[in-house]
């Protein structure tokens, strides 16, 4: 049976972005031929009786018989050291899947901290988040992701950011980028310069590396 997840964002007992989680999950339930037949995350969230301050992830594991495991999970942001591009072409994970096993691969195989996946030469996401690249005062977003996450569509939604094609040839006209997913908030005080990815193309320190 299917098993999917939803990390979902609570500080000091305000749940955020909950509607956009929900629609994900109904349009899982629906994909499945489950239409109509969802789970209810705010009655799940309520049922928690959840009353501490400071910042959680609400991991909700669930199946499409609509069994669901719970876990709040206190969050903090992590600062991540270096990033390498990785080339898979078959990688899918258009739905959460729980199933992370080919990304933990990825990341095994790397040879930095985290790693940036790149589909037919097109960048997409990092193992566990979307991505913003910087060029001169705007935030561009891949337009192809792999999932489309809550705070993507959302930050879309508000015009904060733009979307557009993104690719290993045109890559280094970005200064900088970020990590964005439900519990990572657009921030421009917490970003990256593109030299923290080890194997730009034409860094020939790096070459070695190509992608794997």
Request: hydrophobic content about 35%; cysteine-free; glycine content about 2%.
């Amino acid at each position: 049976m299917y098993q999917f997840i939803e990390s979902i964002k609570v500080e000091d007992q305000e749940v955020f972005l909950l509607a956009l989680h929900q629609k994900r999950v109904n349009d899982t339930f629906s994909h499945f031929g489950k239409d109509g037949d969802s789970i209810n995350l705010e009655k799940i969230y309520d049922h928690l009786n959840h009353e501490e301050d400071g910042l959680f992830k609400l991991r909700i594991t669930y199946d499409l018989d609509k069994k669901v495991r719970t876990q709040m999970i206190p969050y903090a942001i992590p600062e991540i050291e270096d990033f390498q591009l990785v080339d898979n072409n078959s990688y899918d994970y258009s739905f959460k899947f729980e199933n992370r096993k080919e990304l933990d691969m990825m990341k095994m195989k790397a040879k930095a901290e985290e790693i940036i996946i790149v589909k037919n030469n097109h960048i997409t996401d990092t193992s566990y988040s979307n991505l913003l690249f910087l060029k001169g005062k705007e935030w561009f977003t891949p337009s192809t992701y792999l999932l489309n996450g809550v705070q993507r569509q959302h930050l879309l939604k508000t015009k904060k950011i733009k979307e557009r094609e993104i690719t290993i040839q045109n890559i280094k006209e970005f200064s900088h980028f970020q990590l964005i997913n439900a519990l990572n908030d657009f921030d421009e005080n917490f970003i990256y310069p593109i030299h923290k990815i080890i194997n730009l193309p034409g860094n020939e320190e790096y070459s070695d590396l190509n992608y794997l």
